[in-house]
């Protein structure tokens, strides 16, 4: 099918249903015919990217490479993955299919860089603020950026895998502090850099969309114009 977008999700199941149905709500659709094709892998198995990078755990590239083929196999045109933390691995994925992949912080940072904004607060796993995903990127364009201290992440992990074991409103607690210390520290913006942050902080989202930069959100962004120009909606 021309435009099929494949996600290679399962990092987890929660930020690929996030996924999705920011994919339903964003693109404007009068019909079941006119909503973004999408093929979805959801397959749960791949190692745990944060023990991988930094407490020498397995590898989730093996698995990442085997499941993006199976989608391109499928017929996926483009693919994007709902996870930051395994874009560490995102060029070894781009040599292993054949097939363009959208980068989550790519798409995140020109959000970023659209807001004209100068200070911007990062919530994200240890081990996208250890390879330094977002942070380069942040300080190439000559912004600041502002980051929890070493306990204040800890909470912030604490809250990430609380969602994952299905405890959203302790989960939402944790997190909601964590954004207000980064505010409270001269963040004028913060980007929600780990893909269940948005859903962890999705009521607080909600109310106030201008001080977050969600990278789901700002990924299926990308894969609807993608698609928009593959089918020949837009130039």
């Not at 494949?6 to 999705?20: E, H, K």
């Not at 693109?27 to 990078?53: F, M, Y």
């Not at 210390?181 to 201008?210: M, R, W, Y």
Request: proline share 4%.
């Amino acid at each position: 099918m021309k435009g099929l977008i494949g996600v290679l999700g399962g990092m987890g199941p929660a930020a690929t249903v996030d996924l999705f149905n920011k994919f339903v709500t964003f693109n404007h659709a009068n019909k079941d015919q006119e909503h973004i094709p999408l093929i979805i892998s959801s397959i749960p198995d791949i190692p745990d990217r944060t023990e991988a990078l930094l407490n020498h755990g397995v590898s989730p590239l093996p698995l990442m490479e085997d499941y993006l083929q199976r989608l391109e196999v499928a017929g996926a045109e483009c693919i994007v993955i709902p996870c930051n933390t395994a874009h560490f691995w995102f060029d070894e994925l781009k040599k292993s299919c054949h097939v363009e992949i959208l980068s989550i912080i790519e798409a995140t940072m020109n959000e970023v860089i659209s807001t004209q904004k100068n200070k911007i607060g990062l919530l994200a796993t240890d081990a996208t603020m250890h390879m330094g995903l977002y942070q380069q990127s942040i300080e190439d364009q000559g912004l600041i950026c502002i980051k929890p201290d070493n306990e204040n992440q800890k909470m912030i992990m604490k809250s990430i895998y609380l969602l994952k074991s299905g405890e959203f409103s302790l989960a939402e607690d944790i997190m909601k502090k964590q954004a207000d210390i980064l505010f409270s520290n001269g963040a004028e913006i913060i980007v929600l850099g780990c893909t269940e942050v948005p859903v962890i902080l999705s009521n607080e989202v909600k109310s106030h969309p201008d001080k977050y930069i969600d990278s789901t959100g700002a990924l299926v962004r990308a894969g609807i114009n993608w698609y928009k120009k593959r089918i020949g909606k837009i130039n």
